[in-house]
Every structure is written in C-alpha cells, then in structure tokens.
C-alpha cells in the first residue's frame, strides 16, 4: 500500500516510543527509517521496526542513555552511546563532527557502544546538506566470509560518501560491502527461487544456488571488497577499542543485552581546499558530463550515486511510499511486537 511519509513516520515513532525508548530518540529513529524508505531502501525502513520495539522493549537498546561526547583533539572526538538506538547516536556523533569541520576544515569522530544505526545515507546526507564531503561506515554483525576463507568473520561492514553539488542535489554512495543484502536472500528463500552463485557459500565455504543453503554472504569484488570491508571494521571498531571482526556481536542473539557497535564519520570543509563554488559548480559539471555519456546497450542513461533513489524519492513524494500491508498493520496496531527476533540463527530464518 501507499503511506504518506509524514504518516510513516508518525506511525514509527509511536511504535518506538510506546516499545520503551524516549520520544526524542524514536523522533530520529522514524526520521532515519522514514529517510530510508523514501530512497526506496525498504531493507532499512519501515520493516526494521518490529525488532527495534522488541530490542527495546527487551532491555537490548538504552532507552535513555548516558551520552558523553568527547572533544579529543582540534578535529577529533568520540562519542559514547552507553547502549543507546544508533540512529540518534550517529546524527548526533555527525552534528559534531560538521561543527568542527566548520571551524578546522576536517573532522573524524567515532561513535561507541551504540546499536543499529540503519541506511548510512541520512548521516553523509547531513554534511551534505551543509555542503561538506563526507564518509561514514559502521560494523555489522558477523555473515561474511573474508576472500579466501569458509566461514562467516565480518559483517556486511557498509560505507557511505557524499558530495554535495552547486544544483543542491548530493551525489551519495552507500553500501554494504558484501555483493548482496542478506535480505536479498530471505527474499529467494519466500519466493522459492535460486540464486545467483556471485551472492553467498554454503557450509563448506562453496558457492552456492540455494538460499535455504546459504551459511555466509561474499564481499564485494573478492580481495578488495574484503579489504574495503576489513578497513571498516579496523576504523569504526578496532580504533575506537571496540570489539571486532567475528566478536561483534550478532542482531538476533540476545535481544536483552547492548550491542556496543562502532561508527566513523569523516567530514572536510572544500573551503579549507579551495574555492567551495568552484568545488560545488564542478561536481555539478561531473554530473552533466555523465548523463551526457552514451548508454551501453540495456540502459537508458549514465546516472551518478544516489540518483536512483532521488528519482524514487521524487515519485514516492508524489504517490506516497511503497510499504508492505502487513508491515502497515503492525505499525496501525497495538502489539509492540511478537518475539519474532530474539536468538534467532541469523541464516535460519
Ligand atoms: P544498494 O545496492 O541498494 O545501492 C548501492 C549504491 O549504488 C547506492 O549508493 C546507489 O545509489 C548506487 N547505485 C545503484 N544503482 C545505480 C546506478 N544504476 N547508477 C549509479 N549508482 C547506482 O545498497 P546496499 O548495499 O543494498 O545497501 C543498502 C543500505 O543498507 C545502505 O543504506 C546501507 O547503509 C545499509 N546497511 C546498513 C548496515 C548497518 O549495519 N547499519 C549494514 C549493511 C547495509
């Protein structure tokens, strides 16, 4: 069905709200979904709500946390979440961050302890939207095997950048690091269809067809998306003394204890590089230069990162959001939520 996105994020917030978490927390909790699922990115929309209220309501998420942002050098600083919703944590950690970048010209600061931030796209967005660069990755739990091994160690570790344009529209890269969503998957296994033999292995660490087989996801571009992916976790794990790599802890495992994930965001001011307009009116010109380009046969046009979901934006403006009918009822209802997540092996549902 079709869902104004003022209703959306109305419907969310209460939901979040009502589950336990403080209403300015689920205030940024449903902008974030409700920003995902205008981008057409239904996996980190709407849908997620369910296991947020159950998290939440579980004692999993902080619903009002100890929040302490530290300043730890001109252009540098840490968060810490003390268990608290990630999406509140990382819009937080990123003002901070675009405050210094103002002052200093580059910022990097790190988000601690915090659980599931949701679509990296609303954080670089943020810079964007001030006319900064911007990059931000964050850790996920452990469902993909590093190149060459057979079993699951990182997470689906995504990044995001943004550039910001003089025509106010923002180039935006953001993905996970793995060549599918786990969600892709699940979708296959409803549909009974197969999959392609680029997306995950089995338990013995081959590739496989079957989703009901799948064991772990594959990063992107064998050796360098596992190096991309490895980086991720080294810069918002590792270096923020966070667990890492296979320690991280699992979405579905204990629905009752905080997740203690980590996020980076890097921020640079183009004033302290240059002349911003020019910066602004030539990342305008790459974006002319590449709808000029001809179309390789199947396609309509050349479009730059974060163009396909300004287009679905601009339609689901216009028509309202796509959103599935039982996810709707869920949100219309008065069930917080069925215990549908907790425990749960991440490959068997
Ligand atoms: P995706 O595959 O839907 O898109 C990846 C990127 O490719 C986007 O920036 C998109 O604009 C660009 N793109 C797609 N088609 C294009 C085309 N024809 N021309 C130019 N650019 C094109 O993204 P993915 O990997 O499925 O990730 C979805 C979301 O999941 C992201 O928002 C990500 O941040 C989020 N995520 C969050 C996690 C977390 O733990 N917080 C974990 C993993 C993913």
């Not at 675009?98 to 790190?110: S, T």
């Amino acid at each position: 069905m079709r869902v104004d996105k003022v209703k959306l994020k109305e419907l969310i917030k209460n939901k979040i709200n009502r589950a336990g978490l403080n209403e300015e927390h689920a205030e940024v909790v449903a902008d974030v979904l409700t920003h995902a699922d205008l981008r057409g990115i239904h996996s980190h929309g709407a849908m997620r709500v369910e296991y947020y209220a159950e998290r939440i309501a579980k004692g999993g998420i902080n619903p009002n946390p100890n929040i302490k942002f530290e300043k730890t050098g001109p252009a540098s600083g840490v968060l810490e979440a003390d268990g608290g919703v990630g999406h509140y944590m990382a819009k937080k950690a990123m003002e901070e961050a675009i405050k210094m970048a103002k002052e200093v010209g580059v910022a990097v600061v790190g988000v601690k302890n915090m659980s599931h931030s949701g679509a990296l796209s609303y954080f670089v967005q943020q810079a964007a939207n001030e006319q900064m660069v911007a990059l931000s990755m964050c850790q996920s739990d452990p469902m993909v095997v590093p190149f060459g091994g057979a079993e699951p160690y990182y997470g689906t570790n995504p990044i995001a950048f943004a550039a910001p344009s003089s025509s106010g529209d923002n180039i935006i890269i953001d993905m996970a690091t793995t060549v599918q969503a786990w969600g892709k998957v699940l979708h296959a296994r409803s549909k009974n269809e197969s999959i392609p033999d680029t997306w995950a292995v089995d338990e013995n660490g081959e590739p496989t067809t079957d989703p009901f087989k799948v064991k772990a996801l594959v990063p992107i571009a064998g050796p360098k998306g596992y190096g991309l992916m490895m980086m991720v976790d080294v810069l918002s794990g590792i270096l923020l003394g966070l667990p890492f790599g296979k320690h991280v802890s699992s979405m579905y495992e204990d629905l009752t204890a905080y997740r203690k994930l980590g996020q980076l965001h890097i921020v640079i001011n183009p004033e302290f590089f240059g002349d911003k307009q020019v910066f602004l009116d030539k990342v305008t010109q790459t974006i002319e230069e590449l709808h000029e380009i001809k179309p390789a046969k199947g396609f309509d046009r050349v479009m730059y990162p974060g163009e396909p979901e300004i287009l679905r934006s601009k339609a689901y403006e216009k028509d309202g959001i796509e959103i599935v009918d039982d996810i709707y009822e869920y949100l219309e209802s008065d069930v917080i939520h069925n215990n549908n997540y907790d425990n749960k092996d991440p490959f068997a549902k």
